[in-house]
């Protein structure tokens, strides 16, 4: 079984692409909401959570967990791989990607200040970008919007105009998406920006890494695929009616609940 865990609804989108690559595989998805959002907590803070939940994923079942997200993975993915001994894969900011496919040599990058301060966005930046101009934006509020539903309202489109107009500005052609809950305002953030602007979203590539690390676990047993996912917060049912409005599951094989 794979765990996936993320501050809430955002690493759904890292989920679809693994359920793409890996179909017939069990995954548990843990969302924190009773932490949520991430992106300023402290790195105290965010470990002992990634410990908190690696620890319940296991006892679960877990042979392989994903940390889906970007502000989590900055802060707490070489204590995790430290302390346990199964694979870990975490968010990578698409630095790479985006400066390869850039004509103008001008990418944006939209993430949480824990993203921004983190070592691995830093060194990322700092291999793949040197001729490149980096803008860089936090993403304030755009973590509530995807956790209220609220994509592709007048509401979205407000907290959006001001971070569309910075990269506008600067003639990007390319937006990396450093958060994955951002993947879920893709189409707003494409009909604002025009089809100039590629939109990166890192989730195929981490699926693809979860596939290559899932292939080479030893003793994994063979179950009927199934889908748990499990909240900390105390609504089960908003929970569930959440998670069915992103994501697409056989039901008769899922079950929702809270930690």
């Not at 969302?31 to 991430?38: E, V």
């Not at 921004?116 to 040197?130: D, M, P, Y």
């Given at each position: ?24 595989v ?26 908190f939940?690696a ?16 502000t989590?993975?900055?802060a ?13 894969v ?24 824990g ?25 304030v ?5 995807v ?9 979205a489109?407000?907290?959006?105009f ?10 990007i ?6 958060c994955t ?67 697409t ?11």
């Open positions: 079984m794979i765990g996936i865990f993320d501050s809430g609804y955002g690493g759904l989108s890292v989920q679809k692409a693994v359920m793409k690559t890996l179909p017939d069990p995954i548990v998805y843990f969302a924190d909401h009773k932490f949520c959002p991430y992106g300023r907590k402290s790195k105290e803070e965010l470990i002992e959570r990634a410990f939940i620890d319940a994923l296991i006892h679960m079942g877990a042979q392989l967990i994903i940390v889906a997200c970007n989590a993975t900055a707490a993915i070489d204590a995790l791989r430290e302390k346990y001994d199964i694979p870990f975490g968010m990578e900011p698409a630095i790479k990607p985006a400066a390869m496919a850039s004509s103008t040599k001008k990418i944006g990058v939209l993430a949480t200040e993203t921004f301060s983190g070592r691995l966005f830093n060194q990322t930046k700092e291999k793949f970008a040197q001729d490149i101009e980096v803008v860089i934006q936090e993403g509020g755009l973590v509530e919007l956790e209220k539903g609220l994509m592709g309202t007048y509401k489109h407000q907290v959006l001001p971070i569309v107009d910075k990269m506008k500005a600067h003639q052609d390319q937006l990396v998406l450093g809950h951002y993947p879920f305002l893709k189409e707003d953030l494409q009909k604002m920006l025009g089809k100039q602007v590629q939109l990166i979203d890192p989730a195929p590539a981490v699926a693809q890494q979860a596939k290559r690390l899932y292939q080479n676990v030893d003793d994994k047993v063979t179950v009927k695929k199934y889908y748990r996912f499990i909240t900390s917060g105390d609504n089960v049912k908003e929970f569930r009616r959440n998670v069915l409005s992103l994501i599951v056989d039901e008769e094989n899922t079950l929702f609940m809270y930690e």
